[in-house]
């Protein structure tokens, strides 16, 4: 399943590394969810990593990150605490909101679901919260380190063993777990509320459950995790987890009418050979692409109002552009028998201005439409061989066809 890499700042312009799960090709990706993991934990825990992979597997991409201090992220954890972990969840929303869709669902794990339901009501996008081990509020956590507290009183700092790892911790996070004792935020919640946890939990009671369900207003649901451990490290308990999570979350996000458009779409009209029919599957943006052979669907993210179920017509464009890019040079290296093992073509389109574009020449003026091909060969090729294979990639016939200013005709259907 594919996995992208990202870096954002925290709000002390720390970098903190996160990973985005996304859908394998041809499964769309239809929501995206935060997740945020337990205390001291990192987003590699195995846990966080299994519900990551299911939900993905959905159309569900989920961003798990380190929190500060954690993991591969930037700083120090002994200057983190509880707020400064609401404001690096709320910076990693704000990644996925300016790179992808502001994120619909919010999962946290153990300490991550007490920072989700304090998170929540700065996300106007969130429509639904799962917490999974959770405490109903940050100052549970404090019998982690209740043996240390006295020299944190009188030195202001400790080293403390949570789990088999030692961590330095100040006292300003002892005072700020204390100020997130209340859990009135929880009743305010504007999202569904799902609640996992298990009976035998012996890191977090399950009368902490108990807690967050009472003040919580419906919708709101629990699911017992019976004979789990707090870290779900028995493989099925993640599973499951990620498999009911999917299905209830599937009314709150409407990942069922998603589908249905989806299927929709895929109602093939006769099409003669050589011609291409567009369909309309939705009153917004999703369609339905057919050849006499061959369907699939177009459609634009969700952040401009459509399902996110298919490429952007500039999607396809470049996806033209660069199946005829490959094609090409395959054809000329097989013909001329170049080694190539393999043929990568990246392409991004941008608008830009004349002055701007070195390729334009003078007689260009104002914005111009700028698309990038960047090839990779793989082979043992000579630089001489290379350099033709580069200009073998002009004689792409799509290529020749968006150069050459192509006159396109329209008229009314006689029905």
């Not at 519900?51 to 954690?70: E, H, M």
Request: with cysteine; proline share 4%; charged share 20%.
């Amino acid at each position: 399943m594919p996995r992208i890499k990202l870096e954002f700042p925290n709000s002390e312009g720390q970098l903190l590394a996160g990973l985005l799960e996304t859908p394998d090709s041809g499964t769309p990706v239809k929501q995206f969810a935060l997740f945020a993991h337990c205390f001291t934990c990192s987003k590699d825990v195995s846990a966080a990593s299994r519900i990551s992979r299911a939900l993905a597997a959905k159309g569900i991409a989920v961003l798990r990150f380190d929190f500060t201090g954690l993991g591969n992220s930037d700083g120090d954890f002994a200057n983190t605490n509880f707020s400064s972990n609401i404001q690096d969840l709320l910076a990693a929303a704000e990644k996925l909101e300016q790179d992808y869709q502001a994120p619909t669902l919010l999962i946290g794990h153990s300490l991550g679901g007490a920072a989700v339901l304090s998170a929540a009501h700065q996300l106007p996008s969130v429509k639904a919260i799962a917490t999974i081990g959770a405490p109903a509020t940050a100052d549970h956590v404090q019998h982690l380190f209740q043996h240390a507290i006295p020299e944190l009183e009188a030195a202001g700092q400790a080293e403390v063993t949570i789990g088999l790892r030692k961590f330095n911790v100040k006292k300003q996070l002892l005072d700020d777990l204390n100020a997130h004792g209340s859990a009135e935020h929880i009743a305010k919640l504007k999202a569904a509320l799902l609640i996992f946890h298990s009976p035998v939990d012996s890191i977090v009671s399950i009368n902490e459950a108990a807690k967050i369900y009472q003040v919580a207003m419906h919708p709101k649901s629990f699911i017992s995790l019976d004979q789990a451990d707090h870290l779900l490290s028995n493989k099925i308990d993640s599973e499951y987890v990620a498999d009911t999570l999917t299905a209830w979350a599937g009314r709150y996000l409407e990942l069922d009418a998603i589908n249905a458009a989806g299927m929709d779409a895929l109602k093939a009209p006769v099409v003669a050979n050589n011609d291409v029919v567009v369909t309309e599957a939705d009153k917004k943006f999703l369609r339905g692409l057919f050849s006499n052979s061959h369907q699939l669907l177009a459609d634009e993210p969700l952040s401009v109002g459509g399902s996110n179920l298919g490429p952007t017509p500039y999607d396809l464009l470049l996806m033209s552009l660069g199946a005829c890019t490959s094609m090409t040079i395959r054809m000329y290296a097989n013909l001329k028998k170049i080694p190539v093992e393999d043929i990568d073509i990246q392409l991004s389109h941008d608008r830009i201005h004349a002055d701007d574009c070195v390729e334009c020449g003078d007689e260009r003026q104002g914005k111009v439409e700028r698309i990038s091909r960047v090839i990779t060969l793989k082979g043992d090729l000579t630089e001489a061989q290379r350099q033709r294979l580069l200009a073998i990639a002009d004689r792409c016939p799509v290529h020749r066809t968006l150069e050459s200013d192509p006159v396109i005709t329209s008229r009314l259907s006689e029905d």
